[in-house]
């Protein structure tokens, strides 16, 4: 239940998912997650690097770690489901 209390939050699916093509910097990261605070995305990374989905690089950067790449795969059919559903919904 653990995983599913983080993953709950707000936007910890979302950094999840945008950091699924490569490592971001905040900067990065945040653009891509408009309307996302700061505090929020550093609360937010914290959180999944101690849980292990992410990885700070050396240069400022984070990636997803191997577990965080299984979560994508986990999602990805969800994705696609979405994608085909969407003007349905």
């Known amino acids: ?6 993953l709950g939050r707000r936007w910890s699916l979302r950094v999840v998912w945008e950091l699924r093509d490569g490592p971001l910097g905040a900067r990065a990261l945040r653009e891509r ?3 996302m605070s700061p ?6 990374l914290a959180e999944l ?3 292990g989905l992410v990885a700070q690089l050396g240069d400022q950067r984070y990636e997803l770690s191997g577990i965080g790449r299984g979560l994508i795969d986990a999602i990805e059919p969800l994705s696609r489901w979405s994608d085909t559903w969407v003007g349905e919904l």
């Not at 505090?39 to 937010?44: E, G, M, T």
Request: hydrophobic share 45%; aromatic share 6%.
């Open 39 to 44: 505090s929020v995305l550093y609360q937010r």
């Open 1 to 6: 239940m653990a995983a599913l209390d983080l």
């Open 49 to 51: 690097t101690e849980a």
């Open 33 to 35: 997650c408009d309307g």
